[in-house]
């Protein structure tokens, strides 16, 4: 039987939700999984088929951060420095711990997500040493909100940390090939992986229900939907004007809902007024427990992604697993995962003319919508199923464990 560790710092978001799905796929395939993540952690009350050490002290997992003016922007830009050095510290004295834990248990590999810090390679050699694998479901390797200079300095920072890893698990071709170009590793190192649908929403959803109600928004009235954290790179103000042009053509609702992170949804909210469509527009900028997700998307006829850039999207597979059409910009993995025509429709980024053409194709045509929905649960429940990836997770470990 292989002993796997598993590490994830969010004790909230889509980060835990992955690894809560990935390790109970892995110990319904058979492995001794032990997950370890921060004290206040989300999922706590969903059934587990693995243990479960809720031990990092870290700051909230989910924080809103408004876009500020200009002068506040500045003093803001001190502020998160300076908290990045603050956290950084925090963040060294919480992997000192988890190193001591893992070292104490004695897995066979232990797995990682998203690495925050390039001096985390410290903790990981000493890990590597003591003869464990270390393996990475890497989701990003470049910081998204980041210019071109900061993403040249991780790049410089990160290469020896990615060297560090037995194997290094990616969602899609175009992602290990641009992974690759920005880091020179063993491309033996590099395997491909499905991302894995998000059918635990299916099973914390209530018995049946939408949020209509809250919202304001009539039965009849077809819904555009963006979930997730309303980011800079996430292209919420192309959607918005997009959906304006749309609103001219069929009478439809646009929900927004998420924590913003470098976007003022105040902001979002004058945009949506400017353009006219001000009382078509609800944003709910906080974050939605897991009992509200299930009844978000039922709420919604197609759900928007109209990202600059992307990696993978648990949104699209949320979208997935309900059943729901999306449109979506051609990035990333959203080029693959969306199959365009069946699944959804795939538009340019950053090209509000062609998403509006979308929107209205698919708010026009209810019957294709439920088609379109019905062949996206069907590419959930297989091509995105759980126990293949887990499979191809074993196989791997069974090569790189010592």
């Known amino acids: 039987m292989t002993r796997i560790v598993v590490v994830e710092p969010d004790g909230a978001g889509g980060m835990i939700h992955y690894a809560y799905q990935m390790c109970s796929a892995l110990s319904a395939a058979g492995a001794e999984v032990t997950l370890i993540t921060r004290t206040d952690y989300e999922l706590a009350d969903l059934p587990h088929t693995f243990q479960v050490v809720p031990m990092m002290r870290l700051w909230p997992a989910i924080e809103s951060q408004p876009h500020r003016s200009r002068p506040v922007a500045i003093a803001s830009a001190l502020g998160r420095k300076a908290r ?62 980041a210019g071109r200079l900061a993403r040249w300095v991780n790049r410089v920072l990160s290469t020896r940390l990615y060297r560090t890893f037995d194997v290094i698990f990616l969602h899609a071709p175009e992602s290990a090939e641009q992974f690759l170009d920005n880091f020179p590793v063993d491309p033996r190192v590099v395997r491909l992986i499905a991302h894995g649908n998000e059918a635990m929403f299916l099973h914390a959803a209530d018995a049946g229900g939408d949020l209509r109600e809250r919202y304001g928004i009539p039965a009849e009235r077809p819904v555009v939907l963006f979930f997730g954290g309303i980011r800079p790179s996430k292209g919420v103000p192309d959607l918005i004007a997009a959906f304006a042009k749309a609103r001219t053509e069929i009478d439809c609702h646009l929900v927004i809902a998420g924590p913003a992170v470098g976007v003022d949804p105040a902001d979002l909210a004058t945009e949506a007024e400017r353009l006219g469509v001000g009382d078509r527009v609800t944003i709910d900028d906080r974050y939605l427990p897991i009992s509200e997700v299930g009844p978000l998307l039922r709420t919604a006829t197609v759900v928007a992604l109209p990202y600059h850039t992307a990696m993978a999207s648990g949104v699209l597979q949320v979208a997935y697993a309900f059943g729901r059409p999306v449109v979506a910009t051609a990035v990333g993995a959203l080029a693959t995962d969306v199959i365009d025509g069946e699944t959804g429709l795939l538009v340019p980024p950053s090209d509000s003319a062609a998403l509006c053409g979308a929107l209205v194709k698919i708010l026009s045509d209810p019957a294709e919508a439920k088609h379109m929905g019905t062949r996206a649960r069907e590419l959930a429940m297989t091509d995105f199923a759980w126990e293949p990836i887990a499979a191809a997770l074993l196989e791997a470990y069974r090569g790189v464990t010592r």
């Open 84 to 145: 990045r050095v603050w956290r950084g510290v925090r963040y060294a004295r919480e992997w000192s711990r988890i190193t001591l834990r893992i070292l104490s248990e004695r897995p066979d590999v232990a797995q990682f997500g998203v690495i925050r810090f390039p001096f985390q390679v410290v903790f990981l050699r000493r890990l590597r040493r003591a003869g464990i694998a270390l393996a990475q479901v890497c989701h990003e390797f470049e910081p998204r909100e």
